[in-house]
């Protein structure tokens, strides 16, 4: 079957932190969720990835502090797109990814073999303190 696009009309919705997610989307992943043993150990899932790479952003990784991004045009950060992820298995990442704390979530544009396709990716509140308040605990 077609994954639904994040912002698709298909399906039934979900709400999460204020992101309305269809039956299915697809993340972004940049780091640690890179690893399909960790999304399955958060999900209790596995799920179909492909290489693939985010435009207009670039990533950071500050000595002492997580990995993240920020936009910057005409920039590329390299990942892997996670497909098929459900409602239950994005929440349990969200969690993960301390959303609204560390991160947070949004819609973007990503290159795969396929052509362009929206996901979700995790973006860094580095203007906030939290990623790196959080890594000094």
Same mark, same amino acid.
């Given at each position: ?9 298909? +399906? ?6 204020? *992101?309305?997610?269809?039956q ?5 992943? !940049? +780091? ?5 043993d960790?999304? @399955? #150990?958060?999900? =209790?899932?596995?799920?179909?990835t ?10 950071? @990784?500050?000595? +002492?502090? /997580? ?6 045009p005409g920039?590329?950060?390299?990942g892997?797109? *996670? ?6 298995s994005?929440?349990? *990442?969200?969690? /993960?990814?301390?959303? +609204?704390?560390? !991160?947070?979530? #949004?819609?973007?544009v990503?290159e795969?073999e396929? =052509?362009? @396709? ?18 000094q605990?």
């Amino acid at each position: 079957h077609e994954p639904l696009s994040p912002l698709s009309p298909a +399906g039934r919705l979900f709400a999460f932190h204020g *992101i309305r997610v269809s039956q299915t989307c697809s993340l972004f992943v !940049y +780091g640690t969720l890179r690893e399909p043993d960790l999304v @399955e #150990q958060l999900t =209790g899932k596995r799920f179909p990835t492909e290489p693939a790479t985010l435009l207009d952003y670039e990533r950071h @990784e500050p000595p +002492g502090s /997580y990995a993240y991004v920020l936009p910057a045009p005409g920039k590329r950060v390299p990942g892997v797109l *996670i497909r098929d992820l459900d409602a239950a298995s994005l929440a349990a *990442i969200d969690e /993960y990814e301390c959303l +609204g704390t560390l !991160y947070d979530r #949004q819609e973007v544009v990503v290159e795969t073999e396929r =052509g362009y @396709e929206r996901a979700f990716v995790y973006v860094g509140r580095p203007d906030k303190g939290a990623v790196r308040d959080v890594v000094q605990r």
